[in-house]
């Protein structure tokens, strides 16, 4: 039987996005090694750059070519596309025309004055930060926010501009849907917060006091990251200044993390937040690398991820049962009558701190509540960049129940603005959202959690994983849509909220 | 004033040699990656040469486009090339105008059968000497040959083969003039090596009872690296199963080395070489990265730089009194009554025996000279495939020795062939010729070239290396004529054999 026109088509069409993806893989390869590798001469990076840029160039002329467009297009006026594709390959020619458009829809000019600016802004923003100074960051902040209108409008004008940010990043997540997930959370997180910080904290002094070997937590960490799941023929582990994950295909995972000498918990729950990450990228399906529907759904799907593994396995007081004979062995100055459970209750200590990155499971959301008013007034036009300041403190006291003394340590800290990225701090917390409901789904289908995890049945955890977010990969049309293929719901806050009430009574001793 | 058309030309040929070195730089920071840190598994291996492939297949778009060719050939006929481009641009214009023929002279079909051929001879190879057997190679070995003689046809029909072939690794370097080198090698060290072969070697038992730790030898061998010049903020030192070194540009060369725990030396003495080969690229011009002219000479001149490192630096007794007081620090199980003379005694022994790459200075290059003679003798038709083992046996014992018990050990060494890298071998001991004539003329400069050594005046050699060799890239045109430039003689073997005599004369107090 001869193929079908549709057919030979698509078979075009997949073999080009192929070659995109597999140029964007060289790009992503050169962006690794540059983060982790390259020697320290600005001559090194400067190359580098050049390599890059004609690369890059190149991956941009390959996606936005004529024919590449022409290809799209005919594809998508066949009269017998539900036919003759599958609602994966259906979802594969969405994406992509999704991609090829908003490509074409920008200006080369455009492109690239909103690349120079983000790079002025970003050295801007090191300076104003070291110097503590504000106003003198407010105008390429008011600038970022205009390129990011006008972005707004090439990509698509009937949008309202906050969604058209956002979708940069979470697929489909209108602003009304944020509202009322964060508003719910604001509501719920606020007065018991105010509690917590009220309470008594536990004593973790005896923390200070313990030579914590970098060396050993580097062979703690690899252990973990085997034992929980992460396969080590399919990717690496290195150590970097800043932790990332990297995807270049489903094969070829890394992850990067650091050691502190000093405060033994970063460097594992760091490295269990990037297993997380990059367990979803192993796990996505093989046979759609390189395509666009086989790519993570989101960045709040990636986030609910890692944030699964890091807050529901790692901070539960099952994982350090679990490896505690492993860790006494590693670090043998640990007092004998230290337990488990004295680890697990200081690493969940919960603290008002004025640091985003810093945070912990409770007081973290809030940080990103804030970020989403304080983006949602600035687009909206009800606040000016002048007074950030001033409601950031405000908020910060309402909301964390700490006001940074400085600018400094309170709206300067955080890249991601002088990045130009805006709409992106809500994936934080909706990760955080969804990871609670696959560990309310786990319980629900799995049985005990902390049992599975007390016994190390980690595998058991990865392949629910698996099979109800990884493998779906981008066929979903959003994390709402994922969500409620797998656990019947949309994107709720309230398990988060129940988790948290929950844990946090039980370590606090108090009623939240 | 207004910039002639020659300028402008040649601006834009430097901008396009750039991007192609740029796009290259990309390929080759790919498979250095895949050498050193590809996951295990197989779908990385297979992602990845999806990426390799797309990128050289532009790359190689980019290096024969039409337009590419239209600018050289208007750039070659301006009549006013001599006033308007330095002698450097002038080079950089031919060689950029040599390197595009080459690749548009060969037909796509025929470079694409060629690689296909290659990889299944390096398949072939790899079972047949697994198996000792020549014969299931010898049909593949000759059609390695037939296609080296089309590919000469195809890049310059009117000379001979195997001065084609060669020209890939050593430009310029006619036949005869390889057959005067190694003739004059062949007739000093066939009777030196049967002396020395027949001398009682020093006794080296007592290496194998000291533990070479294999971490102290990476500290030990950055440390050496550090101190003869390799600049660690433009370069690496990593770990790999094959050492080898990669200059993405003089700002980011990579060295990879190995460390056994049984043979000292290797890793010092590997690495010291590949240190040799790094310094050069790092000597390179830096204003002339990215263009053909700024490139190393040829890989028998790189072989100078690795050689002159390896043999006139790392083997001479002064090296090893100056480190002697750090290795006994690193190895403290180094019985007290060691010297340094002893360790240098030990590393310089000079055995016959059957395998290449294990080979010291004395016997190495008959290896090299009994490969050439079977090129020439192979290309000329004088010589059938299936005669090798036979006549390979007989020149080993005459040249070297001894004779190889099975063809495993003997012509089924070496991966060159089994690559198709035919004309490849003699750069090899060119490098030993030239290093020799560095030494010499040194010493005719700087002094004593072992006390230098020997107080680690390391800078002077380096300096001398920088602006003597490595700061003229490939501006001359061969390299005797870098050699007439800087030592006013062009390749001769006279001083590579002298120092050989004296050398071993005084190790095994003989008369050679």
């Avoid at 005896?206 to 973990?224: G, N, P, R, S, T």
């Avoid at 295909?249 to 594992?268: C, K, L, P, W």
Wanted: proline share 5%; with cysteine; hydrophobic share 40%.
């Amino acid at each position: 039987m001869a193929e079908s026109t549709t057919r030979q088509l698509y078979t075009t069409l997949a073999a080009t996005l192929q070659e995109i993806a597999s140029l964007s893989q060289g790009l992503h390869v050169l962006g690794w090694d540059q983060q982790v590798l390259l020697p320290s001469s600005d001559g090194a990076t400067a190359a580098r750059g050049k390599a890059l840029a004609a690369l890059s160039g190149l991956v941009h002329e390959k996606s936005t070519a004529e024919s590449f467009g022409a290809l799209i297009e005919e594809l998508e006026a066949q009269p017998d596309l539900d036919e003759e594709l599958t609602v994966v390959e259906r979802a594969n020619l969405k994406l992509a025309a999704i991609d090829f458009r908003k490509n074409k829809n920008l200006p080369t000019s455009f492109v690239r004055e909103y690349r120079e600016h983000t790079s002025l802004s970003h050295a801007a923003w090191v300076k104003a930060r070291k110097a503590d100074d504000f106003p003198a960051f407010a105008p390429v902040l008011a600038k970022t926010l205009d390129f990011c209108k006008q972005y707004a409008q090439y990509v698509d004008a009937d949008r309202p501009v906050y969604d058209v940010l956002v979708a940069e990043y979470e697929r489909n997540l209108p602003s009304t849907r944020l509202a009322e997930i964060f508003s719910e959370l604001r509501e719920a997180l606020v007065p018991m917060i105010h509690t917590i910080n009220a309470a008594e904290h536990p004593d973790t002094a005896w923390m200070d006091a313990i030579h914590w070997d970098v060396k050993k937590q580097e062979e703690l960490c690899k252990h973990i990251a085997q034992e929980i799941g992460f396969d080590f023929t399919r990717g690496r582990l290195d150590a970097s200044v800043h932790p990332f994950t990297s995807g270049f295909n489903t094969y070829d995972v890394r992850i990067t993390t650091r050691y502190s000498a000093t405060h033994f918990a970063e460097g594992i729950l760091g490295t269990v937040h990037e297993v997380g990450h990059a367990m979803y990228e192993q796990g996505l399906p093989h046979d759609l690398d390189g395509q666009p529907v086989g790519r993570a759904l989101s960045l709040g799907v990636h986030e609910s991820n890692s944030l699964f593994w890091e807050n529901f396995v790692c901070r539960s007081r099952a994982f350090w049962r679990h490896f505690f004979p492993k860790i006494r062995e590693l670090f043998p100055d640990i007092p004998d009558n230290t337990t488990a459970d004295d680890l697990y209750a200081a690493i969940n200590v919960a603290r008002p701190g004025l640091i985003r990155v810093d945070s912990d499971e409770v007081h973290y959301p809030m940080h990103i509540v804030l970020r989403w008013e304080l983006e949602t007034l600035l687009l909206n036009g009800e606040v000016e960049v002048d007074d950030l300041p001033r409601i950031w403190n405000e908020r910060m006291s309402n909301y964390v129940g700490i006001a940074p003394p400085s600018d400094k340590d309170g709206v300067l800290q955080d890249v991601h603005w002088p990045e130009g990225l805006v709409g992106y701090f809500p994936t934080y917390t909706l990760g955080q959202v969804a990871a609670a409901q696959w560990a309310h789904a786990m319980r629900e289908q799995l049985g005990d959690l902390d049992e599975l995890i007390e016994q190390g049945e980690f595998k058991q955890i990865l392949h629910w994983l698996n099979e109800n977010v990884h493998k779906k990969a981008s066929v979903p049309e959003s994390a709402d849509a994922l969500l409620e293929e797998t656990v019947g719901e949309k994107l709720s806050p309230k398990y988060l909220i129940a988790h948290l009430k929950q844990k946090y009574s039980a370590l606090y001793g108090v009623e939240l």
